[in-house]
């Protein structure tokens, strides 16, 4: 079992950028692939981006492609999600999310742990 701990959210005006991280405790991450997601209110939890155990594959959704980059350092055990060019719509709790079965899932069904999540606001 892994315990996923986010953090890097905050308020950031539109057109500004921030940069979350998702850190691994007790079991190293190399053995899960990665997953970004989020939840706006009084919406549905959705995803964001995906990444393979050694960093070669990646996956973005569309409204996000181009502005966000998901990375990750096995060494570390940290996963991240740098946002760019951010805009109101990119309001929500971001959550980061491990699949032991290594698919780049779109998926909430996919990952089997998930952190507490990380408050984003973009102000307009």
């Known amino acids: 079992q892994v315990q996923l701990v986010e953090s890097g959210g905050g308020l950031v005006q539109a057109g500004g950028s921030l940069s979350l991280s998702c850190a691994a405790s007790?079991?190293?991450?190399?053995?899960?692939?990665m997953g970004w997601f989020r939840q706006a209110p009084g919406k549905e939890r959705e995803f964001v981006a995906a990444?393979?155990?050694?960093?070669?594959?990646?996956d973005y959704s569309d409204s996000v492609k181009g502005r966000f980059t998901i990375s990750r350092n096995n060494a570390k055990n940290t996963v991240y999600l740098q946002m760019n060019s951010l805009k109101p719509e990119d309001t929500g709790v971001y959550y980061c999310?491990?699949?032991?079965?290594?698919?780049?899932?779109?998926?909430?069904?996919?990952?089997?742990?998930w952190g507490q999540g990380t408050q984003v606001t973009v102000s307009s």
């Open positions: 990444i393979s155990r050694r960093g070669g594959n990646t």
């Open positions: 999310a491990a699949d032991q079965n290594l698919r780049l899932a779109r998926t909430i069904e996919a990952y089997d742990y």
């Open positions: 007790e079991r190293t991450l190399i053995y899960y692939a």
